[in-house]
């Protein structure tokens, strides 16, 4: 483990960062993150370099500094990147590779744990929201720190019921509880509630979706012109992967949007049989055994052809 003061000590600035469409396991341990160090080094600069997260998150303190660009002049002395690699981090990853320091907490299997300064990778957790809670210590909580490693957890474990989910998670859960914030509503607004406009595409999705490897495999996709008549984003997709991992039957499901031409988003996850990570992997992106993603190129039938490929390789008795 690693001692996060320890390791910013003589610090002017600081800059804080997670991966592009942040989750929130991303978000919320960017924010728990940024608020301790805000209240141990009070003299020290510290800005946060994330996409803007989904508005569900924007209650978490630091919400309102995510999304904000920065000049190429800025110089970081310490720099954290986390929930990710530094490949992943979208505008952050130039002002990444020029600070004096760089810190990797991360929980993703696919993070070789090697490419910072600093790494603290720990597959085992839950999430890295867990991390930055054994980091930062539970001396060192408040309800808004609090506040902010919960909901990571939740999102990283789908309310604790993902096979991550460990006794030490649930007793971290359990303390967290402690500080008293609303965390029934908590789940429901951030986690299970939805827009008019997110469910009516959640319905075309699992409408349009298709069963393959005599239904072992599931699989739906959303087109540019789907989102152009939605008036839809990336973050209006949450969650629609899940709904069709839970479709009986099914081992693993694959859900992508289409970014460009001919260029697919695609999220994966897995009930149990097929290793996702080592999926993703092989097509440049990553994750966890249960859940990870990447890009592809290609038409929506190329896309589905190439990942079926691999995913078979998992999966005894079938042959792409």
């Known amino acids: 483990m690693i001692n996060v003061l320890e390791e910013c000590k003589g610090a002017n600035v600081i800059g804080i960062s997670g991966h592009v469409r942040p989750d929130g396991d991303c978000t919320g341990s960017v924010s728990a993150l940024y608020q301790y160090l805000k209240k141990a080094l009070p003299d020290v600069q510290i800005e946060l370099l994330l996409e803007k997260p989904s508005a569900v998150f924007a209650d978490l303190p630091g919400y309102e500094r995510m999304g904000r660009s920065f000049a190429k002049q800025t110089e970081f002395d310490v720099f954290f990147i986390l929930d990710s690699t530094q490949e992943r981090i979208g505008f952050a990853e130039a002002h990444a590779k020029k600070a004096k320091k760089r810190i990797n907490i991360d929980h993703h299997i696919s993070n070789p744990g090697t490419e910072c300064d600093v ?7 839950s999430s890295t929201a867990e991390l930055v809670y054994e980091l930062i210590g539970k001396e060192n909580l408040d309800a808004q720190i609090a506040k902010s490693i919960y909901i990571g957890m939740i999102h990283d474990t789908g309310v604790f019921q993902y096979s991550n989910t460990s006794p030490k998670t649930l007793r971290i859960a359990a303390q967290l509880l402690e500080y008293g914030f609303d965390f029934p509503k908590l789940i429901d607004e951030t986690f299970y509630e939805k827009t008019y406009v997110q469910n009516q595409i959640l319905g075309r999705a699992l409408l349009e979706s298709i069963l393959f490897m005599d239904g072992k495999c599931i699989a739906s996709m959303v087109d540019r012109k789907l989102m152009d008549f939605y008036q839809a984003d ?59 993603g990447c890009m592809l190129s290609g038409t929506y039938h190329d896309v589905l052809n190439n990942l079926s490929r691999e995913i078979a390789k998992q999966m005894p008795g079938f042959q792409v």
């Open 119 to 125: 790494n603290y990778v720990v597959p085992e957790a």
């Open 234 to 292: 990336s973050k209006d997709f949450e969650g629609i992967v899940n709904q069709l991992r839970v479709v009986k039957g099914v081992e693993c499901a694959i859900f992508m949007y289409e970014t460009g031409t001919l260029e697919y988003k695609v999220s994966l996850r897995s009930c149990g049989a097929v290793d996702v990570s080592k999926v993703a992997e092989y097509f440049g992106g990553g994750g966890h055994v249960r859940a990870a």
